[in-house]
Protein backbone atom coordinates (compact mmCIF):
# COMPACT_ATOMS: atom_id res chain seq x y z
CA UNK A 1 0.00 0.00 0.00
CA UNK A 2 1.42 3.16 -1.32
CA UNK A 3 2.13 6.32 0.70
CA UNK A 4 2.71 9.07 -1.81
CA UNK A 5 4.81 11.49 -0.98
CA UNK A 6 5.28 14.62 -2.69
CA UNK A 7 8.23 16.82 -2.17
CA UNK A 8 9.10 20.64 -3.51
CA UNK A 9 7.06 20.55 -6.81
CA UNK A 10 7.82 23.42 -8.65
CA UNK A 11 6.95 24.23 -12.25
CA UNK A 12 7.04 27.86 -13.82
CA UNK A 13 5.45 28.86 -17.47
CA UNK A 14 6.96 32.01 -19.22
CA UNK A 15 8.75 32.72 -16.04
CA UNK A 16 5.08 32.76 -13.88
CA UNK A 17 5.07 29.89 -11.11
CA UNK A 18 2.29 27.68 -11.25
CA UNK A 19 3.49 25.23 -8.56
CA UNK A 20 5.87 26.47 -5.97
CA UNK A 21 8.03 24.47 -3.23
CA UNK A 22 4.71 22.13 -2.90
CA UNK A 23 5.17 19.45 -0.46
CA UNK A 24 2.63 17.01 1.00
CA UNK A 25 1.70 13.23 1.67
CA UNK A 26 -0.93 10.75 0.88
CA UNK A 27 -1.38 8.02 3.17
CA UNK A 28 -2.80 4.45 2.17
CA UNK A 29 -5.82 4.07 3.27
CA UNK A 30 -7.77 7.37 2.91
CA UNK A 31 -9.25 9.57 0.33
CA UNK A 32 -7.01 12.63 0.22
CA UNK A 33 -8.46 16.09 -1.47
CA UNK A 34 -7.10 18.34 -3.42
CA UNK A 35 -8.60 21.47 -3.68
CA UNK A 36 -7.70 25.23 -4.48
CA UNK A 37 -9.34 27.99 -7.10
CA UNK A 38 -8.96 28.11 -10.28
CA UNK A 39 -5.37 27.98 -11.88
CA UNK A 40 -4.19 27.13 -8.34
CA UNK A 41 -1.89 24.51 -9.49
CA UNK A 42 -3.54 21.55 -9.06
CA UNK A 43 -3.40 19.61 -12.60
CA UNK A 44 -0.32 20.65 -12.91
CA UNK A 45 0.84 19.21 -9.40
CA UNK A 46 -0.57 16.04 -10.98
CA UNK A 47 1.34 16.24 -14.38
CA UNK A 48 4.17 16.43 -12.13
CA UNK A 49 3.90 13.73 -9.75
CA UNK A 50 3.22 11.94 -12.83
CA UNK A 51 6.53 12.71 -15.12
CA UNK A 52 4.41 14.30 -17.55
CA UNK A 53 5.21 17.38 -17.28
CA UNK A 54 9.05 18.78 -16.44
CA UNK A 55 9.81 20.85 -13.02
CA UNK A 56 11.33 21.10 -9.91
CA UNK A 57 11.01 18.44 -6.88
CA UNK A 58 10.07 14.67 -6.56
CA UNK A 59 7.01 12.40 -5.59
CA UNK A 60 7.67 9.03 -5.30
CA UNK A 61 4.83 6.09 -4.37
CA UNK A 62 6.36 3.90 -1.96
CA UNK A 63 9.54 5.48 -2.26
CA UNK A 64 9.80 4.76 -6.10
CA UNK A 65 9.53 7.51 -8.44
CA UNK A 66 6.44 7.52 -11.03
CA UNK A 67 8.60 7.32 -14.33
CA UNK A 68 10.96 4.04 -12.36
CA UNK A 69 7.73 1.83 -11.97
CA UNK A 70 7.66 -1.25 -13.81
CA UNK A 71 4.22 -1.26 -15.83
CA UNK A 72 3.19 1.59 -13.92
CA UNK A 73 -0.90 0.82 -14.43
CA UNK A 74 -0.21 -1.80 -12.04
CA UNK A 75 0.61 0.60 -9.08
CA UNK A 76 -0.61 4.25 -10.24
CA UNK A 77 -4.06 4.75 -11.61
CA UNK A 78 -4.36 7.62 -13.24
CA UNK A 79 -7.56 10.10 -15.01
CA UNK A 80 -6.16 13.46 -16.12
CA UNK A 81 -8.37 14.14 -19.14
CA UNK A 82 -12.09 14.58 -19.43
CA UNK A 83 -12.27 12.41 -22.55
CA UNK A 84 -8.57 11.24 -23.15
CA UNK A 85 -9.32 8.86 -25.65
CA UNK A 86 -9.27 8.67 -29.53
CA UNK A 87 -13.19 9.03 -30.57
CA UNK A 88 -13.31 6.06 -32.91
CA UNK A 89 -12.04 4.28 -31.09
CA UNK A 90 -14.45 1.82 -29.44
CA UNK A 91 -14.43 1.65 -25.88
CA UNK A 92 -13.47 -1.69 -25.46
CA UNK A 93 -10.31 -1.30 -27.74
CA UNK A 94 -9.36 1.53 -26.08
CA UNK A 95 -8.87 -0.41 -22.53
CA UNK A 96 -7.49 -3.14 -24.61
CA UNK A 97 -5.19 -1.46 -26.12
CA UNK A 98 -3.75 -0.33 -22.49
CA UNK A 99 -4.04 -3.09 -21.03
CA UNK A 100 -1.79 -4.61 -23.98
CA UNK A 101 0.92 -2.52 -22.43
CA UNK A 102 1.09 -4.32 -19.06
CA UNK A 103 0.02 -7.53 -19.61
CA UNK A 104 -3.80 -6.98 -18.33
CA UNK A 105 -5.89 -10.00 -20.04
CA UNK A 106 -8.90 -9.26 -21.49
CA UNK A 107 -11.43 -10.37 -19.68
CA UNK A 108 -9.89 -8.20 -16.96
CA UNK A 109 -11.02 -5.41 -19.59
CA UNK A 110 -14.53 -6.72 -19.68
CA UNK A 111 -14.93 -6.86 -15.24
CA UNK A 112 -14.07 -3.23 -15.25
CA UNK A 113 -16.11 -2.16 -18.47
CA UNK A 114 -19.06 -4.31 -15.87
CA UNK A 115 -17.90 -2.49 -12.51
CA UNK A 116 -18.09 1.18 -14.57
CA UNK A 117 -21.47 0.03 -16.08
CA UNK A 118 -20.22 0.42 -19.64
CA UNK A 119 -20.61 -3.05 -20.72
CA UNK A 120 -23.66 -2.13 -23.12
CA UNK A 121 -21.54 0.64 -24.87
CA UNK A 122 -18.06 -1.55 -24.99
CA UNK A 123 -18.49 -1.59 -28.77
CA UNK A 124 -19.35 1.67 -29.03
CA UNK A 125 -16.85 4.96 -30.06
CA UNK A 126 -16.60 7.21 -27.64
CA UNK A 127 -17.27 10.10 -29.46
CA UNK A 128 -20.86 9.75 -29.16
CA UNK A 129 -20.67 9.58 -25.15
CA UNK A 130 -21.74 12.33 -22.87
CA UNK A 131 -19.46 14.12 -20.55
CA UNK A 132 -20.80 11.31 -17.87
CA UNK A 133 -19.77 8.35 -19.92
CA UNK A 134 -16.04 10.01 -20.67
CA UNK A 135 -15.68 9.89 -17.31
CA UNK A 136 -16.62 6.75 -16.79
CA UNK A 137 -14.11 5.23 -19.33
CA UNK A 138 -11.40 7.26 -18.08
CA UNK A 139 -11.99 5.95 -14.42
CA UNK A 140 -12.16 2.11 -16.08
CA UNK A 141 -8.82 3.09 -17.40
CA UNK A 142 -7.50 4.07 -14.11
CA UNK A 143 -8.76 0.97 -12.42
CA UNK A 144 -7.65 -1.16 -15.36
CA UNK A 145 -4.19 -2.33 -13.84
CA UNK A 146 -6.04 -2.80 -10.29
CA UNK A 147 -3.68 -0.07 -8.68
CA UNK A 148 -2.43 0.55 -5.13
CA UNK A 149 -2.96 4.55 -5.73
CA UNK A 150 -5.43 6.34 -7.91
CA UNK A 151 -4.66 10.26 -8.78
CA UNK A 152 -8.00 11.65 -10.72
CA UNK A 153 -8.72 14.76 -11.41
CA UNK A 154 -12.21 16.00 -11.23
CA UNK A 155 -13.80 12.74 -11.70
CA UNK A 156 -17.01 13.85 -11.14
CA UNK A 157 -17.21 16.48 -13.69
CA UNK A 158 -19.77 15.57 -15.83
CA UNK A 159 -21.50 12.94 -13.93
CA UNK A 160 -25.36 12.69 -12.26
CA UNK A 161 -26.36 13.04 -8.48
CA UNK A 162 -26.32 8.90 -8.86
CA UNK A 163 -23.14 9.23 -10.83
CA UNK A 164 -21.30 11.22 -8.10
CA UNK A 165 -22.82 9.37 -5.14
CA UNK A 166 -21.60 6.20 -6.86
CA UNK A 167 -18.04 7.44 -7.58
CA UNK A 168 -17.65 8.56 -4.17
CA UNK A 169 -18.76 5.09 -2.74
CA UNK A 170 -16.03 3.50 -5.24
CA UNK A 171 -13.48 5.74 -4.02
CA UNK A 172 -14.17 5.22 -0.15
CA UNK A 173 -14.44 1.53 -1.14
CA UNK A 174 -10.97 1.82 -3.01
CA UNK A 175 -9.56 3.33 0.14
CA UNK A 176 -10.77 1.51 2.52
CA UNK A 177 -9.01 -1.20 1.24
CA UNK A 178 -5.85 0.20 2.30
CA UNK A 179 -5.10 2.12 -0.90
CA UNK A 180 -4.66 5.57 -1.89
CA UNK A 181 -6.77 8.17 -3.56
CA UNK A 182 -5.84 11.78 -4.27
CA UNK A 183 -8.74 13.37 -6.04
CA UNK A 184 -9.08 17.01 -7.22
CA UNK A 185 -12.74 18.24 -6.76
CA UNK A 186 -14.50 21.55 -6.87
CA UNK A 187 -17.35 19.97 -6.36
CA UNK A 188 -17.22 20.92 -2.66
CA UNK A 189 -20.08 19.25 -0.51
CA UNK A 190 -19.21 16.49 -2.62
CA UNK A 191 -15.74 16.39 -1.34
CA UNK A 192 -16.91 16.93 2.31
CA UNK A 193 -18.21 13.40 2.10
CA UNK A 194 -15.61 11.53 0.70
CA UNK A 195 -12.65 13.15 2.19
CA UNK A 196 -10.46 12.09 4.96
CA UNK A 197 -7.67 14.20 4.06
CA UNK A 198 -6.98 17.67 2.14
CA UNK A 199 -4.46 19.45 0.38
CA UNK A 200 -5.46 22.95 0.09
CA UNK A 201 -3.23 25.03 -2.64
CA UNK A 202 -3.38 28.99 -3.76
CA UNK A 203 -1.32 30.51 -6.35
CA UNK A 204 0.89 27.18 -6.64
CA UNK A 205 1.37 27.59 -2.79
CA UNK A 206 0.39 24.79 0.00
CA UNK A 207 -2.50 26.41 1.82
CA UNK A 208 -3.00 23.71 4.43
CA UNK A 209 -2.80 19.87 4.67
CA UNK A 210 -4.17 17.44 7.40
CA UNK A 211 -7.51 15.80 8.28
CA UNK A 212 -10.44 17.48 7.03
CA UNK A 213 -12.12 18.19 10.56
CA UNK A 214 -8.81 20.13 11.21
CA UNK A 215 -9.22 22.30 8.34
CA UNK A 216 -13.06 23.60 9.12
CA UNK A 217 -12.35 23.91 12.65
CA UNK A 218 -9.81 26.13 12.33
CA UNK A 219 -12.06 28.21 10.13
CA UNK A 220 -12.95 31.54 11.99
CA UNK A 221 -16.50 30.95 10.79
CA UNK A 222 -17.21 28.47 13.61
CA UNK A 223 -19.07 30.23 15.96
CA UNK A 224 -21.67 30.11 18.87
CA UNK A 225 -25.05 31.18 18.03
CA UNK A 226 -26.26 32.70 21.13
CA UNK A 227 -30.27 34.63 21.73
CA UNK A 228 -31.25 36.55 24.42
CA UNK A 229 -33.27 39.44 25.52
CA UNK A 230 -30.40 41.01 26.89
CA UNK A 231 -28.05 40.89 23.66
CA UNK A 232 -26.41 44.24 24.10
CA UNK A 233 -25.08 43.40 27.91
CA UNK A 234 -23.87 39.84 26.77
CA UNK A 235 -21.87 41.73 24.04
CA UNK A 236 -20.21 43.69 26.17
CA UNK A 237 -19.37 41.18 28.56
CA UNK A 238 -18.25 38.75 25.56
CA UNK A 239 -16.14 41.37 24.07
CA UNK A 240 -14.23 41.72 27.49
CA UNK A 241 -13.28 38.33 27.08
CA UNK A 242 -11.63 38.83 24.17
CA UNK A 243 -14.81 36.81 22.10
CA UNK A 244 -15.41 38.66 18.48
CA UNK A 245 -19.40 39.17 18.41
CA UNK A 246 -21.35 40.04 15.40
CA UNK A 247 -25.49 40.73 15.78
CA UNK A 248 -27.26 38.76 13.13
CA UNK A 249 -30.47 39.72 14.03
CA UNK A 250 -32.24 41.48 16.77
CA UNK A 251 -31.33 39.36 20.26
CA UNK A 252 -29.30 37.12 18.15
CA UNK A 253 -24.93 37.14 18.63
CA UNK A 254 -22.78 34.95 16.94
CA UNK A 255 -19.91 34.41 18.73
CA UNK A 256 -16.32 33.15 17.70
CA UNK A 257 -12.80 33.42 19.23
CA UNK A 258 -15.13 31.31 22.73
CA UNK A 259 -16.40 27.78 22.57
CA UNK A 260 -19.88 26.76 23.56
CA UNK A 261 -19.40 26.10 26.83
CA UNK A 262 -17.18 29.39 28.01
CA UNK A 263 -19.83 31.18 26.41
CA UNK A 264 -22.89 29.45 28.56
CA UNK A 265 -20.51 30.12 31.84
CA UNK A 266 -20.12 33.57 30.78
CA UNK A 267 -23.74 34.48 30.71
CA UNK A 268 -24.23 32.85 33.54
CA UNK A 269 -21.76 34.20 35.91
CA UNK A 270 -23.36 37.63 34.06
CA UNK A 271 -26.80 37.12 35.29
CA UNK A 272 -27.72 37.06 31.34
CA UNK A 273 -30.83 34.59 29.99
CA UNK A 274 -30.64 32.96 27.28
CA UNK A 275 -32.71 31.36 25.21
CA UNK A 276 -30.52 29.41 22.96
CA UNK A 277 -27.29 28.58 22.64
CA UNK A 278 -25.81 26.67 19.93
CA UNK A 279 -22.77 25.76 18.00
CA UNK A 280 -22.57 27.08 14.41
CA UNK A 281 -19.67 24.29 12.28
CA UNK A 282 -18.23 26.30 9.17
CA UNK A 283 -19.24 24.35 5.74
CA UNK A 284 -15.88 23.01 3.99
CA UNK A 285 -16.87 25.55 1.80
CA UNK A 286 -16.50 28.48 4.06
CA UNK A 287 -13.33 26.71 5.45
CA UNK A 288 -11.95 26.46 1.69
CA UNK A 289 -13.16 29.96 0.98
CA UNK A 290 -11.46 31.40 4.01
CA UNK A 291 -8.31 29.63 3.28
CA UNK A 292 -8.18 30.95 -0.44
CA UNK A 293 -9.21 34.07 -0.07
CA UNK A 294 -6.90 36.36 -2.39
CA UNK A 295 -5.38 33.03 -4.07
CA UNK A 296 -7.58 33.13 -6.76
CA UNK A 297 -5.70 33.22 -9.79
CA UNK A 298 -9.01 34.36 -12.08
CA UNK A 299 -11.90 36.38 -10.41
CA UNK A 300 -15.26 37.03 -11.18
CA UNK A 301 -16.65 40.64 -10.73
CA UNK A 302 -20.48 40.27 -9.77
CA UNK A 303 -20.89 43.66 -10.23
CA UNK A 304 -19.95 45.94 -13.56
CA UNK A 305 -18.17 49.06 -12.97
CA UNK A 306 -20.20 51.84 -14.39
CA UNK A 307 -19.00 52.70 -18.22
CA UNK A 308 -17.61 48.78 -18.85
CA UNK A 309 -18.65 46.56 -21.19
CA UNK A 310 -18.00 43.53 -19.44
CA UNK A 311 -16.30 42.57 -16.22
CA UNK A 312 -16.16 39.07 -15.67
CA UNK A 313 -13.04 36.89 -16.16
CA UNK A 314 -12.35 33.79 -15.82
CA UNK A 315 -10.00 30.85 -16.71
CA UNK A 316 -9.09 27.26 -16.69
CA UNK A 317 -5.64 26.59 -14.99
CA UNK A 318 -2.65 27.88 -16.50
CA UNK A 319 -1.00 25.27 -18.36
CA UNK B 1 10.44 -2.19 -24.87
CA UNK B 2 8.19 -5.07 -25.45
CA UNK B 3 5.42 -3.81 -23.64
CA UNK B 4 5.66 -0.13 -25.71
CA UNK B 5 5.73 -2.28 -29.03
CA UNK B 6 2.80 -4.32 -27.98
CA UNK B 7 0.49 -1.21 -27.09
CA UNK B 8 2.12 0.39 -30.31
CA UNK B 9 0.69 -2.05 -32.28
CA UNK B 10 -2.88 -2.35 -30.54
CA UNK B 11 -3.12 1.50 -31.02
CA UNK B 12 -2.09 0.95 -35.16
CA UNK B 13 -4.89 -2.13 -35.35
CA UNK B 14 -7.63 -0.21 -33.49
CA UNK B 15 -7.93 2.66 -35.62
CA UNK B 16 -10.09 2.96 -38.61
CA UNK B 17 -8.03 5.22 -40.07
CA UNK B 18 -5.18 2.51 -40.07
CA UNK B 19 -7.31 0.58 -42.30
CA UNK B 20 -8.49 3.70 -45.00
CA UNK B 21 -5.50 4.55 -45.64
CA UNK B 22 -4.31 0.99 -46.07
CA UNK B 23 -7.23 -0.01 -48.74
CA UNK B 24 -7.06 3.62 -50.72
CA UNK B 25 -3.03 2.95 -51.04
CA UNK B 26 -3.95 -0.70 -52.34
CA UNK B 27 -6.77 0.56 -54.35
CA UNK B 28 -4.50 3.05 -55.99
CA UNK B 29 -2.03 0.70 -56.99
CA UNK B 30 -4.06 -1.47 -58.35
CA UNK B 31 -6.23 1.49 -60.53
CA UNK B 32 -2.43 2.76 -61.68
CA UNK B 33 -1.35 -0.56 -62.58
CA UNK B 34 -4.77 -1.38 -64.40
CA UNK B 35 -4.92 1.46 -66.06
CA UNK B 36 -1.37 1.83 -67.35
CA UNK B 37 -1.12 -2.15 -68.26
CA UNK B 38 -4.51 -1.19 -69.88
CA UNK B 39 -2.96 1.50 -72.27
CA UNK B 40 -0.02 -0.74 -73.21
CA UNK B 41 -2.89 -3.18 -74.36
CA UNK B 42 -4.79 -1.22 -76.00
CA UNK B 43 -1.86 0.72 -77.89
CA UNK B 44 0.01 -3.27 -78.70
CA UNK B 45 -3.17 -4.25 -79.86
CA UNK B 46 -4.05 -1.00 -81.84
CA UNK B 47 -1.21 -1.78 -84.51
CA UNK B 48 1.33 0.06 -82.19
CA UNK B 49 4.27 -2.49 -83.09
CA UNK B 50 7.83 -1.32 -82.01
CA UNK B 51 6.49 1.63 -80.55
CA UNK B 52 4.26 -0.17 -77.90
CA UNK B 53 6.87 -2.93 -77.01
CA UNK B 54 9.09 0.20 -76.58
CA UNK B 55 6.86 1.32 -73.75
CA UNK B 56 6.27 -2.06 -72.46
CA UNK B 57 10.20 -2.62 -72.39
CA UNK B 58 10.56 0.64 -70.72
CA UNK B 59 7.85 1.47 -68.78
CA UNK B 60 6.90 -2.06 -67.84
CA UNK B 61 9.30 -3.02 -65.33
CA UNK B 62 8.24 0.81 -63.50
CA UNK B 63 4.52 -0.70 -62.42
CA UNK B 64 5.09 -1.95 -59.22
CA UNK B 65 6.51 1.91 -58.40
CA UNK B 66 3.39 3.41 -59.78
CA UNK B 67 6.24 4.90 -61.88
CA UNK B 68 7.93 6.49 -59.39
CA UNK B 69 11.00 5.13 -61.07
CA UNK B 70 9.64 7.56 -63.84
CA UNK B 71 10.53 10.61 -61.51
CA UNK B 72 6.35 10.40 -60.79
CA UNK B 73 5.41 10.89 -57.10
CA UNK B 74 5.48 8.02 -55.15
CA UNK B 75 1.72 8.37 -53.84
CA UNK B 76 1.22 5.09 -52.41
CA UNK B 77 4.22 6.75 -50.04
CA UNK B 78 3.08 9.77 -49.53
CA UNK B 79 -0.69 8.12 -48.41
CA UNK B 80 1.34 5.72 -45.83
CA UNK B 81 3.08 8.77 -44.65
CA UNK B 82 -0.28 9.91 -43.17
CA UNK B 83 -0.66 6.83 -41.34
CA UNK B 84 2.94 8.00 -39.33
CA UNK B 85 1.82 11.43 -39.05
CA UNK B 86 -1.54 10.30 -37.02
CA UNK B 87 0.68 8.53 -35.16
CA UNK B 88 1.48 11.14 -33.31
CA UNK B 89 -1.40 13.86 -34.18
CA UNK B 90 -3.76 11.30 -32.17
CA UNK B 91 -2.02 11.79 -29.32
CA UNK B 92 -1.70 15.14 -29.03
CA UNK B 93 -4.68 16.18 -31.06
CA UNK B 94 -7.14 13.72 -28.16
CA UNK B 95 -4.76 13.99 -25.02
CA UNK B 96 -4.44 10.71 -25.52
CA UNK B 97 -0.19 11.13 -24.92
CA UNK B 98 -0.99 11.86 -21.39
CA UNK B 99 -3.25 8.22 -20.89
CA UNK B 100 0.19 6.80 -22.95
CA UNK B 101 2.62 7.94 -20.92
CA UNK B 102 0.93 7.12 -17.67
CA UNK B 103 0.84 3.74 -18.90
CA UNK B 104 4.37 3.24 -20.42
CA UNK B 105 6.70 5.31 -18.28
CA UNK B 106 9.79 4.90 -20.75
CA UNK B 107 9.74 7.75 -23.21
CA UNK B 108 12.25 6.68 -25.18
CA UNK B 109 10.51 3.62 -25.31
CA UNK B 110 7.09 5.28 -26.75
CA UNK B 111 9.10 7.16 -29.14
CA UNK B 112 11.39 4.08 -30.45
CA UNK B 113 7.85 2.01 -30.72
CA UNK B 114 5.85 3.93 -32.80
CA UNK B 115 8.79 3.66 -35.43
CA UNK B 116 9.30 0.46 -35.27
CA UNK B 117 5.87 -0.71 -35.39
CA UNK B 118 4.40 2.22 -38.26
CA UNK B 119 7.27 1.41 -40.22
CA UNK B 120 6.57 -2.29 -40.31
CA UNK B 121 3.33 -1.44 -41.32
CA UNK B 122 4.49 0.56 -43.56
CA UNK B 123 6.99 -1.34 -45.37
CA UNK B 124 4.29 -4.57 -45.38
CA UNK B 125 1.78 -1.99 -47.13
CA UNK B 126 4.25 -1.25 -49.90
CA UNK B 127 5.31 -4.60 -50.15
CA UNK B 128 1.60 -5.50 -50.80
CA UNK B 129 1.14 -2.36 -53.14
CA UNK B 130 3.84 -3.10 -55.24
CA UNK B 131 3.42 -6.86 -55.79
CA UNK B 132 -0.16 -6.44 -56.48
CA UNK B 133 0.38 -3.78 -59.11
CA UNK B 134 3.25 -6.07 -60.89
CA UNK B 135 0.59 -9.46 -60.26
CA UNK B 136 -2.11 -7.12 -61.86
CA UNK B 137 0.87 -6.04 -65.16
CA UNK B 138 1.59 -9.70 -65.31
CA UNK B 139 -1.96 -11.04 -65.56
CA UNK B 140 -3.20 -8.17 -68.02
CA UNK B 141 0.03 -8.23 -70.04
CA UNK B 142 0.11 -12.22 -69.66
CA UNK B 143 -0.41 -12.83 -73.96
CA UNK B 144 2.13 -9.87 -74.70
CA UNK B 145 6.19 -10.20 -75.20
CA UNK B 146 5.80 -8.08 -71.86
CA UNK B 147 8.83 -8.52 -69.41
CA UNK B 148 7.32 -7.36 -66.24
CA UNK B 149 9.25 -9.09 -63.63
CA UNK B 150 12.98 -8.80 -64.23
CA UNK B 151 16.28 -7.84 -61.58
CA UNK B 152 15.02 -4.03 -61.52
CA UNK B 153 11.44 -4.81 -60.54
CA UNK B 154 12.94 -6.58 -57.08
CA UNK B 155 15.83 -3.65 -56.74
CA UNK B 156 12.62 -1.47 -57.31
CA UNK B 157 10.82 -2.93 -54.72
CA UNK B 158 13.77 -2.55 -52.23
CA UNK B 159 13.33 1.08 -53.25
CA UNK B 160 9.98 1.75 -52.66
CA UNK B 161 9.92 0.30 -48.87
CA UNK B 162 13.21 2.37 -48.44
CA UNK B 163 11.59 5.47 -49.82
CA UNK B 164 8.11 4.40 -47.76
CA UNK B 165 9.99 4.45 -44.85
CA UNK B 166 11.76 7.44 -44.78
CA UNK B 167 9.10 9.89 -45.80
CA UNK B 168 6.94 8.18 -43.34
CA UNK B 169 10.05 8.63 -40.50
CA UNK B 170 10.18 12.09 -41.66
CA UNK B 171 6.55 12.88 -41.36
CA UNK B 172 6.38 11.36 -38.07
CA UNK B 173 9.37 13.33 -36.46
CA UNK B 174 8.07 16.36 -37.95
CA UNK B 175 4.38 16.13 -36.33
CA UNK B 176 5.77 15.30 -33.16
CA UNK B 177 8.33 18.26 -33.28
CA UNK B 178 5.25 20.88 -34.21
CA UNK B 179 2.42 18.37 -32.36
CA UNK B 180 0.14 19.54 -34.71
CA UNK B 181 -1.37 17.08 -36.96
CA UNK B 182 -2.82 18.79 -39.43
CA UNK B 183 0.56 21.27 -40.03
CA UNK B 184 1.80 17.82 -40.48
CA UNK B 185 -0.13 16.53 -42.79
CA UNK B 186 0.23 20.37 -44.82
CA UNK B 187 3.30 20.02 -44.72
CA UNK B 188 3.85 16.37 -46.39
CA UNK B 189 2.39 17.76 -49.57
CA UNK B 190 2.80 21.12 -49.42
CA UNK B 191 6.83 21.12 -49.32
CA UNK B 192 7.40 18.42 -52.03
CA UNK B 193 4.86 19.81 -54.11
CA UNK B 194 4.83 23.47 -53.87
CA UNK B 195 8.00 25.00 -52.10
CA UNK B 196 10.73 22.96 -53.32
CA UNK B 197 8.99 23.22 -56.66
CA UNK B 198 8.71 27.39 -56.00
CA UNK B 199 12.42 27.61 -55.27
CA UNK B 200 13.36 25.63 -58.22
CA UNK B 201 11.68 28.11 -60.14
CA UNK B 202 13.32 30.81 -58.57
CA UNK B 203 16.50 29.21 -59.48
CA UNK B 204 15.72 29.27 -63.25
CA UNK B 205 14.36 32.89 -63.46
CA UNK B 206 16.54 34.80 -61.46
CA UNK B 207 19.82 35.57 -63.41
CA UNK B 208 22.16 35.32 -61.16
CA UNK B 209 20.85 31.98 -59.54
CA UNK B 210 20.54 29.79 -62.76
CA UNK B 211 24.19 29.50 -62.73
CA UNK B 212 23.84 27.44 -59.33
CA UNK B 213 20.50 25.58 -60.55
CA UNK B 214 22.31 22.14 -60.03
CA UNK B 215 22.17 23.15 -56.75
CA UNK B 216 18.38 22.41 -56.50
CA UNK B 217 19.11 18.66 -57.04
CA UNK B 218 19.67 18.58 -53.09
CA UNK B 219 16.26 19.80 -52.14
CA UNK B 220 15.19 17.30 -49.87
CA UNK B 221 12.13 15.59 -51.15
CA UNK B 222 13.62 15.86 -54.33
CA UNK B 223 16.81 14.07 -53.90
CA UNK B 224 14.61 11.88 -52.19
CA UNK B 225 12.48 10.94 -55.10
CA UNK B 226 16.30 9.71 -57.03
CA UNK B 227 16.18 6.83 -54.50
CA UNK B 228 13.47 5.57 -57.18
CA UNK B 229 13.91 7.61 -60.27
CA UNK B 230 17.66 6.78 -60.81
CA UNK B 231 16.80 4.69 -63.28
CA UNK B 232 17.47 4.49 -67.43
CA UNK B 233 16.63 7.51 -69.41
CA UNK B 234 17.78 9.39 -66.17
CA UNK B 235 20.91 7.46 -64.19
CA UNK B 236 23.09 9.45 -62.16
CA UNK B 237 26.84 9.06 -62.74
CA UNK B 238 28.32 10.01 -59.41
CA UNK B 239 26.82 9.63 -55.61
CA UNK B 240 26.40 13.73 -55.59
CA UNK B 241 26.50 14.50 -59.51
CA UNK B 242 23.23 16.12 -61.25
CA UNK B 243 21.28 14.07 -61.31
CA UNK B 244 21.62 12.40 -57.99
CA UNK B 245 22.41 8.60 -58.04
CA UNK B 246 20.25 6.87 -55.42
CA UNK B 247 22.47 6.55 -52.83
CA UNK B 248 23.33 10.58 -53.21
CA UNK B 249 19.32 10.91 -52.71
CA UNK B 250 19.61 8.09 -49.72
CA UNK B 251 22.27 10.69 -48.15
CA UNK B 252 20.37 13.77 -48.52
CA UNK B 253 16.76 12.86 -48.05
CA UNK B 254 17.87 9.92 -45.17
CA UNK B 255 19.99 12.37 -43.69
CA UNK B 256 17.12 15.14 -42.83
CA UNK B 257 14.67 12.27 -41.48
CA UNK B 258 17.66 11.22 -39.22
CA UNK B 259 18.15 15.22 -38.16
CA UNK B 260 15.02 15.91 -37.85
CA UNK B 261 14.24 12.45 -36.29
CA UNK B 262 16.70 13.27 -33.26
CA UNK B 263 15.08 16.69 -32.76
CA UNK B 264 12.33 14.94 -31.98
CA UNK B 265 12.85 12.02 -29.97
CA UNK B 266 15.42 14.86 -27.96
CA UNK B 267 12.22 17.76 -27.64
CA UNK B 268 9.79 13.94 -27.21
CA UNK B 269 12.18 13.61 -23.91
CA UNK B 270 12.45 17.07 -22.36
CA UNK B 271 8.99 18.66 -23.17
CA UNK B 272 5.94 18.48 -20.75
CA UNK B 273 3.21 15.96 -22.06
Not at chain 1, 278 to 292: G, W
Not at chain 2, 166 to 188: D, E, H, W, Y
Request: hydrophobic residues 45%.
Amino acid sequence: MAVIEARSLGKSYAGKPAVVDLSFDVQPGSVTGFLGPNGAGKSTTMRLMLGLDKGAGTTTFDGVPFTSLDRPMHHVGALLEAKPFHPTRTARNHLRMLASASGIPARRVDEVLEQLGLSSVARKKPRTFSMGMGQRLGLAAALLGDPHTLILDEPANGLDPQGIQWIRELLRGFAAQGRSVFVSSHLLPEMALMADQLVVVGRGRLIASGPIQDFVRSSRRNAVLVRTPQATDLADVLRGRGATVEAVEPGALSVSGLDLETVGDVAFDAGIRLHELSPRTATLEEAFLEATEGAQEFEAHARPEPGTTGSTTSGEEAS
Amino acid sequence: MTDALRYEWARIITIRSTYWLTGLALAFAMLVAGAASWGFATEADGGGGSQAQLGLDLLGPWLGTQFARGGAPYFVGYLLAMIGILAWGHEYRHGQIRATLTTLSSRTSVWIAKYVVVNAWVAAVVSACYWVAVLVGVVWLRNYPADLVTGETVGGWGRAVLHAGLLCSLAMAFTGIIRNQTAGLVLLFLWPLAIENVITLIFFLVPRLREHEALTRFLPFGAGNRIHSDAFPNLGSTTFGDPLTWVGGLVVFGGLTVVLMAVSVVLFRRRDA
